[in-house]
């Protein structure tokens, strides 16, 4: 087949799951559930963090941000799967397929990059708990913020450019349910090395470099609490850390699990199943292990609720 320009390319097909009418009507009722409860989950997180002075730490400060960029990593791929559902359409244009790689990337860039700086927090709260509040202030707190946003937009904008430059055959069915770079990437007609070397190269930078941020950060935190010699000081410092331990797990078990079943298998229906967890399951589950696990989340949640009357804000003294 003879390679056609990429920019004359007008569709993707986006095979998803199945095409029996059967599973596909039960996968558009699982993925209408999954994706309500994820952005109803997240939201409520978001507004109990905004409506509660006593959650105007710079903890709840990066969960909301957490919970902000979870919404929009699930709305970059699931409206539109449900979208070609009912429509019985497996079609995305060029356009609308690199568009939704590019955010893809911009938010689960977003995710690991704000998943280490929530350790990092962690890190100086238990370690350094004198200066927690001179070292985590609102100014270095939204720095660290933009920090992730300008990390994760340079990749994304990094691939979406590598991807442009390559010209695709007819041959353009991705056999997933959104456009995932890999998949997408190895479906060009022309040489992909450089597109693969990219890949790779950012990989470690986005896997391997935060992920050792959060075990150092982790490894010192277990090191504070064993010094500590009240066990109900130990379970206290352990407590604040519960959460977000259990996402990162979470997350980059998911992530581990997607590149090992492409890696072992050829089945790209099994690569597209554990895509969906960390897609789709994981941003679910996030605010449940939050609020859960955390005692000052379930009573901003219950007062954003109106089950128990608001306190009075009490202000630290500047």
């Given at each position: 087949m003879e390679p056609e320009n990429g920019t004359q390319i007008s569709e993707f097909l986006l095979l998803g799951f199945s095409e029996q009418a059967e599973i596909q009507l039960l996968i558009f009722g699982l993925f209408l559930s999954m994706y309500?409860?994820?952005?109803?989950?997240?939201?409520?997180?978001?507004?109990?963090?905004?409506?509660?002075?006593?959650?105007?730490?710079?903890?709840?400060?990066?969960?909301?941000?957490?919970?902000?960029?979870?919404?929009?990593?699930t709305s970059t791929t699931i409206p539109k799967m449900l979208v070609n559902i009912?429509?019985?359409?497996?079609?995305?244009?060029?356009?609308?397929?690199?568009?939704?790689?590019?955010?893809?990337?911009?938010?689960?860039?977003?995710?690991?990059?704000?998943?280490?700086?929530?350790?990092?927090?962690?890190?100086?709260?238990?370690?350094?708990?004198?200066?927690?509040?001179?070292?985590?202030?609102?100014?270095?707190c939204r720095l660290l913020v933009l920090e992730c946003w300008f990390m994760?937009?340079?990749?994304?904008?990094?691939?979406?450019?590598?991807?442009?430059?390559?010209?695709?055959?007819?041959?353009?069915?991705?056999?997933?349910?959104?456009?995932?770079?890999?998949?997408?990437?190895?479906h060009a007609c022309s040489d992909t090395f450089l597109n693969d070397m990219v890949i790779y190269i950012t990989a470690v930078f986005l896997a391997v470099g935060p992920l050792t941020g959060i075990l150092y950060s982790y490894s010192k935190i277990v090191s504070s609490i064993r010094a500590i010699s009240s066990a109900q000081g130990k379970y206290k410092a352990f407590s604040t850390c519960a959460s977000h331990l259990s996402v990162v797990s979470l997350f980059y078990c998911t992530l581990l699990g997607v590149y090992l079943s492409s890696a072992v298998t050829q089945n790209s229906h099994s690569t597209a199943t554990a895509s969906l967890m960390y897609t789709v399951v994981t941003p679910m589950l996030n605010p449940f292990i939050y609020s859960l696990r955390n005692k000052d989340i379930k009573s901003a949640l219950r007062r954003l609720l109106g089950r128990t009357p608001r306190r009075e804000p009490i202000h630290p003294p500047q």
């Open positions: 309500l409860v994820t952005v109803l989950g997240n939201l409520l997180i978001i507004l109990a963090t905004i409506s509660d002075s006593h959650l105007h730490t710079p903890m709840y400060f990066f969960l909301s941000n957490l919970s902000f960029v979870d919404i929009f990593f009912q429509t019985q359409s497996k079609t995305i244009t060029y356009a609308g397929c690199i568009t939704q790689m590019y955010f893809l990337l911009l938010f689960s860039g977003l995710d690991i990059f704000l998943l280490t700086v929530m350790a990092y927090d962690r890190y100086v709260a238990i370690c350094h708990p004198l200066h927690y509040m001179i070292i985590m202030n609102h100014r270095h994760s937009f340079l990749n994304s904008l990094l691939h979406s450019f590598m991807v442009l430059r390559l010209s695709f055959c007819t041959d353009l069915e991705v056999p997933h349910f959104f456009c995932e770079l890999n998949q997408v990437v190895h």
